[in-house]
């Protein structure tokens, strides 16, 4: 075989060894993001009321939260999980809807947010609870209201 066939031959296995990599990787990520996401939803009961909501335990799943999503359902939140207790300071970016931040420490609603809005232009204001949190929940904007939630609501966490 001449050195050209050889560099056609070698530069052909390469292109198909890429073409193969690149459709079979994102499907692979997008069955295994599917799956985790499925796997990581609980229910969160506040007071009387009951929300389904995804998890985000890990640093990356809580940067990025609900940024980006087009809306929330009445009856779904995100349940954000720490493994300590601490103040905790969010912001809305690549937020499109409102919502409802719900602060919640040893089992306890200790603080609401309520109807924080849409950012406008580059503002990007904070949100801190007054005190300690293990976990955060967010929710539609106007659910804390609608269902009576105030401080000192039990909330009971089941599933995984």
Same mark, same amino acid.
């Given at each position: 075989m001449s050195p050209g066939a050889i560099r056609i031959a070698v530069a052909l296995a390469a292109l %198909?060894?890429?073409a193969c990599g690149s459709s079979s990787a994102p499907e692979k990520a997008a069955t295994e993001q599917t799956a985790t996401e499925k796997a990581a939803t609980v229910s969160v009961r506040v007071g009387g009321t009951e929300v389904r909501a995804d998890v985000a335990e890990t640093a990356a799943?809580?940067?990025?939260?609900?940024?980006g999503r087009p809306r929330l359902a009445e009856g779904r939140g995100m349940l954000f999980v720490y493994p300590d207790h %601490?103040?905790?300071?969010?912001?809305?970016?690549?937020?499109r809807f409102p919502i409802d931040i719900v602060w919640i420490d040893e089992g306890e609603v200790t603080g609401i947010e309520r109807d924080a809005p849409v950012p406008q232009g580059g503002d990007l204001p904070l949100y801190s609870s007054r005190s300690p949190a293990d976990h955060v929940l967010e929710v539609p904007a106007g659910w804390a209201g609608r269902h009576g939630v105030v401080r000192g609501a039990r909330v009971v966490i089941e599933g995984g």
């Open positions: %198909a060894l890429a799943a809580r940067e990025r939260g609900l940024s %601490a103040v905790r300071t969010y912001w809305m970016k690549g937020m």
